[in-house]
């Protein structure tokens, strides 16, 4: 009987235990959707603050959108470069190949068009790698741009939640009374941070790709003229 009593208290103590780690979960929840069956029975004179949230959500999402155009686009802009670093590679070793023909003849003249020929080459080589890096660097840039939009429409979501939930009060819907504007604020304050963060990151991705282009830009002006890659410098 002890032991069914001893039982009986610590599944109630455990039941305790629970309901307060559920009751502190819930309180220190961020901010939830509003329902939009609840914003159904607001009259639409009283929806301005909202639907200006939900123009800027829309567009927000659109430029998450476009910045995903951007990030393919880059890539295929990179592999184009690989694709161009290839060939250089194969010219390299082709006149490589030339410069050991004109060896086995012994004969000065030609061992030295054949040797200009390489150095040539390999100065475009050496371009075309740098080509590679900067598309490389682009791409990145592109992506992180991809992360500050993602944040922005974010920070859209959350500010439409906190219109949503201010047009519910303002309406007199009792359900307001258990949701926190604190929590809606504390969202959109994390969502704002968020997009500090990703700015900075764009920005320090943007200085890395600018010094990965200056390196391609300085050693496509060493390779002679049909060496140096394809790709558009602007």
Same mark, same amino acid.
């Given at each position: 009987?002890?032991?069914?009593?001893?039982?009986?208290?610590?599944?109630?103590?455990?039941?305790? %235990?629970?309901?307060?780690?559920?009751?502190? *979960?819930? %309180? %220190?929840?961020?901010?939830? /959707?509003?329902?939009?069956?609840?914003? @159904? /029975?607001?009259?639409?004179?009283?929806? *301005?603050?909202?639907?200006?949230?939900?123009?800027?959500?829309?567009?927000?999402?659109?430029?998450?959108? /476009?910045?995903?155009?951007?990030?393919?686009?880059? $890539? /295929?802009? @990179?592999?184009?470069?690989?694709?161009?670093?290839?060939?250089? $590679? !194969?010219?390299?070793? #082709?006149?490589?190949? @030339?410069?050991?023909?004109?060896?086995?003849?012994?004969?000065?003249?030609?061992?030295?068009?054949?040797?200009?020929?390489?150095? *040539?080459?390999?100065?475009?080589? #050496?371009?075309?790698?740098?080509?590679?890096?900067?598309? +490389?660097?682009?791409?990145?840039?592109?992506?992180? +741009?991809?992360?500050?939009?993602?944040a922005e429409l974010k920070v859209a979501d959350a500010e439409l939640n906190l219109a949503q939930y201010r047009a519910l009060e303002r309406s007199g819907d009792v359900r307001a009374k258990e949701m !926190?504007? #604190?929590?809606?604020? !504390?969202?959109?304050?994390?969502?704002?941070r968020g997009v500090e963060d990703a700015r900075r990151q764009v920005g320090e991705q943007k200085r890395v790709e600018q010094d990965a282009r200056a390196q391609w830009q300085r050693l496509r002006s060493?390779?002679?003229?049909?060496? %140096?890659?394809? *790709?558009?410098?602007?």
């Open positions: 009987m002890f032991q069914n009593r001893t039982k009986r208290h610590w599944m109630v103590g455990l039941a305790v %235990g629970a309901s307060m780690t559920f009751l502190a *979960g819930c %309180g %220190g929840a961020k901010a939830a /959707r509003v329902d939009d069956k609840m914003m @159904a /029975r607001i009259p639409e004179d009283q929806l *301005g603050e909202v639907r200006d949230a939900q123009l800027a959500r829309t567009k927000a999402a659109d430029n998450v959108t /476009r910045a995903e155009v951007a990030v393919r686009d880059a $890539e /295929r802009a @990179a592999e184009v470069a690989r694709r161009n670093g290839d060939a250089a $590679e !194969s010219r390299m070793e #082709a006149e490589r190949a @030339a410069v050991k023909a004109a060896e086995a003849t012994g004969q000065q003249a030609p061992i030295a068009q054949a040797k200009s020929k390489l150095d *040539g080459a390999q100065a475009g080589r #050496a371009a075309a790698d740098a080509e590679v890096a900067w598309h +490389e660097r682009k791409t990145d840039t592109a992506k992180a +741009e991809k992360d500050l939009r993602d !926190s504007e #604190a929590n809606y604020l !504390s969202a959109v304050a994390d969502a704002k060493q390779a002679p003229q049909g060496y %140096g890659g394809s *790709g558009d410098a602007d």
